[in-house]
């Protein structure tokens, strides 16, 4: 059974000052997406009426770049107030004002998450009947992350922030605000949850820049969901790597790295060979059909479709080209061209590129 979101904000107004940079961060580029593309991709496919992309940095090309990906998304712009809590207010103030249901809020600079994923948390949240839910996972290394705060155990009165607490979620406390002990709890939070559309507004109503950063923290409604007992329900995501976000060039690569990984995995299970994933990188969008053999060195990107029993490489580069049945295209570049059934390039050919 699907679970249907009233809307969905990503939340795309950041810097990003440590990408170090002159191309905002939630355009950067990854395994044929833009950051913010992988994000709406994740979010239309799990399922939403409205979707709503916050913007500051560098706007007009977040815009345009939205824009031309995702014509149906909302433009909301955030003010001067900074902090994920006032991203998420200006978000909802492009929503409609009558507004109800369940509505996700995801971070632009995520591009690991799987539809199933929000679809489950979606899931969850339906099912609780709290408030919010927190999407969270587990971490060795959390430095840096929003740690959850649970009580000490279910059903407890206790509010313990120590690594051993098991109860409920009772709020979020962010890197720069943790004592020595809450840093040393690996329950991280993802910057992705689910509230209540009528809470969320009342609550981003309240919300003031107290602390460290001088910020207004879209965490501190976890926290007021918890106070007032409107209830805070979690979804703990075994598969942290979807979780994790971009802060800098290192960790795009990485992503970037395990990303590929995923998608060649997939193709090789659905009857594609691949002889050495090690050397092969194939964008989101690729179309491969079983019996395609790909060899080592090859990359293929845009939509590029290869039908069955053709095999390319060693050392090809296709960009958007279609390729028939039982072609052969060896140590050649091409860009935008048609490759018919049977058809043999000879190696080293460049096709469709102005030299």
Known sequence: MSYQLAAAIILAAGKGTRIKSQTPKVLL??????????????VSKAGTEHTVVVVRHERDQVVEHVSRIAPEA??????????TGRAAWCGM????ADLRGPVLIVAGDSPMFAPETLGELARVHHTSGAAVTVLSTVLEESYGYGRILRQAAPGSD???????ATGPV???VEEKDASDLQRTIKEVATSTYVFDAEFLR????GLDTDNAQGEMYLTDVIAKAANDDRGVASYVLADSVQAEGINDLVQLANLRTEKNRRILEKWMRSGVSIIDPATTHIDVDVTLAPDVTIQPGTILRGNTKVSEFSVIGPFTELTDVNVGKHAHVPHVVA???SI???????????MGINN
Not at 29 to 42: I, K, P, Q, Y
Not at 340 to 350: L, M, N, R, T, Y
């Open 202 to 205: 009342e609550a981003l109503g």
């Open 74 to 83: 909302k433009i909301a712009d955030q003010d001067d107030i900074k902090g």
């Open 335 to 337: 860009d935008s061209v």
């Open 93 to 96: 103030r492009a929503l409609p």
């Open 170 to 172: 009772v709020g979020i």
């Open 29 to 42: 580029s990854m395994c044929g997406r833009s950051l913010v593309g992988h994000a709406l991709d994740a």
């Open 158 to 164: 206790e509010v313990a922030f120590t690594p051993q």
């Open 340 to 350: 018919a059934d049977h058809e043999q390039i000879s190696p080293f050919s460049v």
